[in-house]
Nanobody
């Protein structure tokens, strides 16, 4: 288990950009895939994207493809979510999650072993 702390959320105008960070402590980071998820008000938490344990492969949900990019720096125990061309429908609390199974290339919500506390992203139209 790792402890995850997100940062970088805020208010942005439609078409703008934000970069979220998720830093890990108290655990091994580099052997686990990392995912980003979001939960809009009144909706279930949904998968946004994931990066493999080594960062060599990434996967995204269709609605963010071409706009969001996940990267990770294992030396810094940090995973990033670069969000561009933001839309009002991207408004949500964003969470990072660490896979509970090591050495995998992707993950889903049911695979999360540790969650961050979440960071609010609000996109104004």
């Amino acid at each position: 288990q790792v402890t995850l702390i997100e940062s970088g959320g805020g208010l942005v105008q439609a078409g703008g950009s934000l970069r979220l960070s998720c830093a890990a402590s108290q655990g091994v980071f580099s052997i686990y895939a990392m995912g980003w998820f979001r939960q809009a008000l009144g909706k279930e938490r949904e998968f946004v994207g994931a990066a493999s344990y080594n960062g060599r492969s990434t996967e995204y949900t269709d609605s963010v493809k071409g706009r969001f990019t996940i990267s990770r720096d294992n030396a810094k125990k940090t995973v990033y979510l670069q969000m561009s061309n933001l839309k009002p429908e991207d408004t949500a609390v964003y969470y990072c999650g660490a896979d509970k199974t090591p050495w995998r290339t992707t993950m889903r919500r049911e695979d999360v072993g540790s969650w961050g506390q979440g960071t609010q992203v609000t996109v104004a139209s």
